[in-house]
């Protein structure tokens, strides 16, 4: 798989279970959506690409989100350094 079909993979799965999330009615939220959605987000959140168009693929979603720049709140479910790492050039540290 190359890097932009990586990297769809991954949006495609993030907004599955973002679409999970937002078709459950009012209250608590079961587990496994919860689990679903966070897993779903810090592999999207730490994938890093290895081409211009996949950096750009991925900040185009992650800036569309509110899970990665704030809903309503504000605050955004990723620290500032888990955003920034997953845009690093693949072999840094």
């Known amino acids: 798989m190359d890097d932009l079909s990586t ?7 993030h907004r599955a279970a973002m679409g ?3 078709s ?5 939220v079961p587990d496994d959506v919860a689990v679903e959605m966070r897993r779903a987000g810090e ?4 994938y890093r690409p290895a081409t ?3 950096v750009h693929l991925k900040a185009e979603y992650m800036m569309s989100c509110d899970i990665f ?7 955004p479910d990723f620290t ?3 955003l920034v ?3 690093l050039a693949p072999d840094s540290p």
Not at 7 to 12: E, K, R, V
Not at 43 to 46: E, G, I, K, V
Not at 69 to 75: H, K, L, N, S, W
């Open 7 to 13: 990297l769809q993979a991954l949006i495609d799965a």
């Open 52 to 54: 211009i168009e996949g």
């Open 85 to 87: 790492c997953g845009f």
């Open 80 to 82: 500032h350094a888990q």
């Open 69 to 75: 720049v704030g809903g309503e709140d504000g605050d």
């Open 20 to 22: 999970r999330y937002d």
């Open 24 to 28: 459950l009615p009012g209250g608590d």
């Open 43 to 46: 592999a999207l959140c730490a």
